[in-house]
């Protein structure tokens, strides 16, 4: 990311060092696009939180991953939940990879 600044990634309250990825692209108006995610595998209720720590600002997200047998559709709540998530990050991808082969 932009100099000085760094993510922190925290499961269950504890800060995690492996599993992390980080991208940034540099914006035409100057500012820089940064994002980060983890893989992780996860058997049980868990709690991420991520902040963003910069010169220019702080930001946190935090997620639940909630671990579920069934909904009340017999659907499975995690796997439901785990695609609706990497939907969104692949659609993200694609519009990052278009961004790099327009720059």
Not at 4 to 33: A, N, P
């Amino acid at each position: 990311g932009p100099d000085g600044s760094y993510f922190i990634w925290k499961k269950k309250g504890q800060k995690m060092k492996s599993c992390i990825t980080e991208q940034s692209h540099m914006l035409f108006d100057g500012r820089v696009h940064v994002l980060s995610w983890v893989k992780d595998s996860v058997s049980e209720n868990t709690e991420y939180k991520c902040s963003f720590i910069s010169k220019a600002g702080n930001a946190t997200s935090e997620v639940l991953i909630t671990v579920e047998d069934k909904d009340s559709a017999g659907q499975d709540g995690w796997s439901k939940e785990f695609h609706t998530w990497r939907n969104a990050i692949s659609e993200h991808d694609k519009m990052m990879q278009s961004w790099r082969k327009t720059w």
